[in-house]
């Protein structure tokens, strides 16, 4: 999809509308800033890439977002010791909204 709009023609959310068009993200990570990672959103996917170092040894690393709906969203790491002819996906999580309580009687 387009513009501002994402899976099941919903607008885009914050973060997505921040990450779109060839934004830089940064991460913080052992007290160190890592490399920036630059993407967009398209068709309801968000791919991240950047270079990283691993024990010495230049990586690849690449997290995706898909399958992303109002109320929940997938989010993987793949790395690639190959410059990216390969990808080892390393990490999936699932990631679904927890209704929000309704607030407890006054005792």
Do not use: Y
Request: with cysteine.
């Amino acid at each position: 999809m387009e513009g501002d709009r994402v899976a099941a023609n919903r607008p885009l959310t914050h973060a997505q509308r921040a990450c779109g068009g060839a934004a830089v993200h940064d991460r913080i990570s052992g007290g160190r800033l890592d490399p920036p990672v630059v993407s967009r959103f398209a068709d309801g996917i968000g791919i991240f890439e950047c270079g990283d170092v691993i024990e010495g040894v230049p990586v690849k690393v690449r997290f995706t977002w898909k399958d992303i709906t109002r109320n929940s969203a997938a989010w993987e790491q793949a790395f690639s010791f190959d410059d990216g002819a390969t990808w080892n996906t390393n990490w999936i999580t699932r990631h679904v909204r927890v209704a929000e309580e309704p607030p407890s009687p006054a005792a």
